[in-house]
């Protein structure tokens, strides 16, 4: 497969018929949400349909905790917190110290500021607004330009498998710090009941939609749970228009979280030669990363583009995007 190698360098500017097509966006949580603010900074309003993840999801102290839409929200917002990629920036502990010398638990940190969204998303949805409907406003009270919508309005929550028996995802993820060895993925999307969200099959019978993009996040665990919807799995299938992914690959290692490990426990092949299997059947293309010691990886099923796929600023985001939308033209 031929690989055009740019390391780094700016990617071309988008061809102006680009402002007339529209791109679906697939994230998850701190890799994706990278991106996302990447594409969010050159595409006008409405020419990106941004789908995140909610397999993460789940009901804490009642409060309905909503991680990858919230990062992604928070990303594109410029409120993110760098050293975490989840929560604020400007952050506090205070309702956390009260509430643990209380007796609570602590083993899911919930800042003061990212509070107020979960207790107003929280409320809204006890009144009736759908999830798609609180983002919207979530999206609209943090100013921003894209929206970002959830994967479906129902709940589809991802469960781990592992010796101590079926996890909810967070309790793996981060109360045990995906510490437990995993031997399957169950996606709460896999039940028929469950319908992709508005802005999903929006985007999906969009006329200008020109391609779709899947962000570098955990294949397995931010990726898989969309493709377990039947209405998008058919759609990718079809293959109305290419779909380019970002690897989350530095080599065969990420950037953060357990996307080597579990692939390895789920037996399958590691790095990018696990996301082709993954994504075997309608994945057009793939970025992959190239830098002076990481060369490309080489013998994949499909089309590769090298770049430097790091995003550790604006300027990065914004050029890894581009290469993105750049090789979806160049796959047309
Ligand atoms: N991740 C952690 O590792 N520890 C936490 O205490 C934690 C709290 C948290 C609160 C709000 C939120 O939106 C995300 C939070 N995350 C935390 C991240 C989250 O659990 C994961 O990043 C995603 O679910 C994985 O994609």
Redesign the pocket.
């Known amino acids: 497969m031929t690989t055009r190698q740019n390391c780094g360098g700016e990617a071309p500017a988008p061809k102006p018929e680009f402002f007339t097509r529209s791109y679906l966006l697939l994230c ?3 890799g994706g949400s990278k991106l996302a603010d990447g594409l969010a900074r050159i595409l006008p309003s409405g020419r990106l349909h941004v789908v995140v ?1 909610t397999g ?2 789940f009901t804490h102290l009642g409060l309905r ?7 992604v929200a ?1 990303m594109m917002a410029g409120l993110v917190s760098r050293e ?4 604020r920036e400007d952050e506090s502990w205070s309702a956390m110290d009260a509430l643990c010398s209380l007796g609570g638990p602590d ?5 003061d500021r ?1 509070l107020a969204l ?1 207790v107003l998303r929280s409320h809204w949805l006890r009144q009736g607004a759908t999830l798609s409907e609180a983002m919207a406003r979530v999206a609209s009270g943090l100013g921003l330009k894209h929206v970002p919508q959830p994967m479906s309005d129902q709940a589809a929550p991802t469960e781990i498998e592992t010796g101590q028996g079926l996890l909810p ?2 309790e793996y ?2 109360r045990q ?1 995906c510490r437990p060895v995993a031997t399957k993925v169950h996606y709460g999307a896999a039940d028929s009941a469950v319908a992709a969200s508005p802005a999903l099959s929006k985007a999906l019978n969009d006329p200008d939609l020109a391609g779709v993009i899947i962000a570098p ?2 294949p397995i ?2 990726i898989g749970p969309m493709l377990a919807l039947a209405e998008l799995r058919a759609f990718l299938n079809q293959g109305r228009v290419p779909a380019v992914a970002v690897s989350p690959f530095i080599g065969q290692a990420v950037v953060k ?1 357990p996307a080597a490990k579990i692939q390895a426990e789920l037996g399958l092949a590691p790095g990018d030669s696990g996301l082709c299997s993954l994504y075997a059947g309608w994945l057009s293309g793939l970025i992959v990363h190239a830098d002076a010691v990481t060369p490309a990886p080489t013998g994949l099923p499909v089309p590769l583009r090298a770049c430097n796929t790091l995003m550790l600023n604006a300027a990065d985001r914004e050029r890894v995007a581009r290469e993105a939308l750049d090789f979806l033209e160049s796959l047309s």
């Not at 905790?65 to 990062?71: E, M, Q, S, W, Y």
């Not at 083993?107 to 800042?111: I, N, P």
């Open positions: 998850g949580g701190v993840n993460d999801d905790i909503c991680p990858d839409l919230d990062t928070y975490r990629g989840w929560g083993w899911f940190q919930l800042g990212d979960h995802f967070q993820f981060v710090a996040s955990n665990l931010s979280g």
